[in-house]
């Protein structure tokens, strides 16, 4: 079972609303990652980070931003939600510094923005 | 870009059977990996099989590696309900950013 807590698991909110969702982790991995997926699709990868202070974009261009003050914390941020971001967030984190190692994702938290 | 493609995109068989999965890939890899998401929920990395690889077993998982092929498949054994879930393949982005393109994934049914 995966150290990797997200929350909320669920959120409603209305058009124009700032919203952060989080993502911990308890096991001490440095890199982390969020994803968005939309019902019955790929995952695509939207921001991640190396470690503390470090933030870097996706594949995909997203409007949220992310930000990584302590190792275990990666937050992300929507300052003004739209229905258009309405979709499933998934955090992952893995454990290795060589690239492409095994992800640990979070339960992920479903967005609708009405 | 998509890069793993997972066939076909949804699979129904009889609990006892064998499932299997195939993904394709477009670039060279450092490692495909499988994952399983049940539904609404995170995924579960099964198993990881290197660029060097040809064949990995893990319980009921069976996965094979053709690189010349740029294909992988995913056998899973006596099947049961539990495995009823979405399965993905990832491999590394050819992007150039970091972290693992995922292709749409195959959902696999077992019925009872």
């Known amino acids: 079972e995966a150290d990797i807590y997200q929350t909320p698991r669920y959120l409603v909110i209305g058009t124009g609303k700032k919203i952060t969702l989080e993502c911990s982790q308890t096991m001490g991995h440095d890199k982390m990652y969020w994803y968005q997926q939309d019902p019955g699709m790929e995952l695509h990868l939207i921001h991640y980070s190396y470690g503390v202070n470090s933030t870097e974009k996706g594949d995909l261009s997203s409007e949220s931003t992310v930000s990584r003050i302590r190792t275990e914390h990666f937050p992300l941020t929507l300052e003004s939600a739209r229905p258009s971001h309405t979709s499933q967030y998934l955090c992952?984190?893995?454990?290795?510094?060589?690239?492409?190692?095994?992800?640990?994702f979070g339960s992920g938290t479903q967005l609708s923005v009405l | 870009s998509q890069q793993g493609e997972e066939d076909p995109q949804a699979l129904s068989i009889q609990e006892g059977e064998n499932a299997t999965m195939n993904c394709s890939y477009k670039?060279?890899?450092?490692?495909l990996q499988w994952y399983r998401q049940n539904s609404g929920r995170g995924l579960v990395h099964l198993i990881l099989i290197r660029s060097n690889e040809r064949e990995k077993h893990s319980g009921r998982l069976r996965v094979t590696l053709d690189t010349s092929k740029k294909s992988s498949s995913l056998l899973i054994t006596a099947s049961r309900a539990a495995d009823t879930a979405s399965y993905f393949c990832a491999t590394n982005s050819g992007g150039g950013a970091d972290g693992l393109t995922f292709g749409k994934g195959t959902h696999l049914i077992i019925q009872p």
């Open positions: 670039t060279s890899i450092n490692n």
């Open positions: 992952a984190s893995s454990q290795k510094a060589a690239r492409n190692e095994k992800l640990f």
